[in-house]
T-cell receptor, first 120, second 114 residues
């Protein structure tokens, strides 16, 4: 399996521009998570989906952030307009189907390589 | 509030044993996980404890005491490739009744010296 795929790997943009990050989960995985990682705040959950439906978006910092999952194999995280404080590494992760009830397995999330975003 | 506390940095020598502690305070608790992240890389799953006690996986072991809200990751026979950041994470009760999500600690940067 190819693992979780994210694109682009690096993004440099100017303040005010729209940024779209993309994620392809592992085939067959039914949960998808978006995280942001910074030195100051560590790894933070932004939003997660189950079967393409957003379940918990309480971590989305503000209205400038939006996420969609139009189908089981694709998700986007959009920032519009972008600000310098959005600079971070953004990860998506997925987990195997049917493991939510299995207490142990749920915790094994498979992370993508991340997108390093720099907003100037 | 919810918080996970772990040391920011640990240094050890090759072949040694190192223990990385994690204390947590969360609104709910389903289990404690550990993830490894090399510089520039993605977090990768190492272990999980739902019940008290020690779980062993090769050179790595993880321990949990739910009554103390405490756990640790034990790395034995350290190798240079173990130099990385290690994160503890708690599965918490979710927002609005959702199944919950992982809350991560800030990570412990382990440096293994020759």
């Amino acid at each position: 399996d190819a693992g979780v795929i994210q694109s682009p790997r690096h993004e440099v943009t100017e303040m005010g521009q729209e940024v779209t990050l993309r994620c392809k989960p592992i085939s067959g995985h039914d949960y998808l998570f978006w995280y942001r990682q910074t030195m100051m705040r560590g790894l933070e959950l932004l939003i997660y989906f189950n079967n393409n439906v957003p379940i918990d978006d309480s971590g989305m910092p503000e209205d400038r952030f939006s996420a969609k999952m139009p189908n089981a194999s694709f998700s986007t995280l959009k920032i519009q307009p972008s600000e310098p404080r959005d600079s971070a590494v953004y990860f998506c992760a997925s987990i195997k189907p049917g493991t939510i009830e299995a207490l142990g397995a749920y915790n094994e999330q498979f992370f993508g390589p991340g997108t390093r975003l720099t907003v100037l | 509030g919810q918080s996970l506390e772990q040391p920011s940095e640990v240094t050890a020598v090759e072949g040694a044993i190192v223990q990385i502690n994690c204390t947590y305070q969360t609104s709910g608790f389903y289990g404690l996980s550990w993830y490894q992240q090399h510089d520039g890389g993605a977090p990768t799953f190492l272990s999980y404890n739902a019940l008290d006690g020690l779980e062993e996986t090769g050179r790595f072991s993880s321990f949990l005491s739910r009554s103390d809200s405490y756990g640790y990751l034990l790395l034995q026979e350290l190798q240079m490739k173990d130099s990385a950041s290690y994160f503890c994470a708690v599965r918490d009760y979710g927002y609005g009744g959702s199944q919950g999500n992982l809350i991560f600690g800030k990570g412990t940067k382990l440096s293994v010296k020759p």
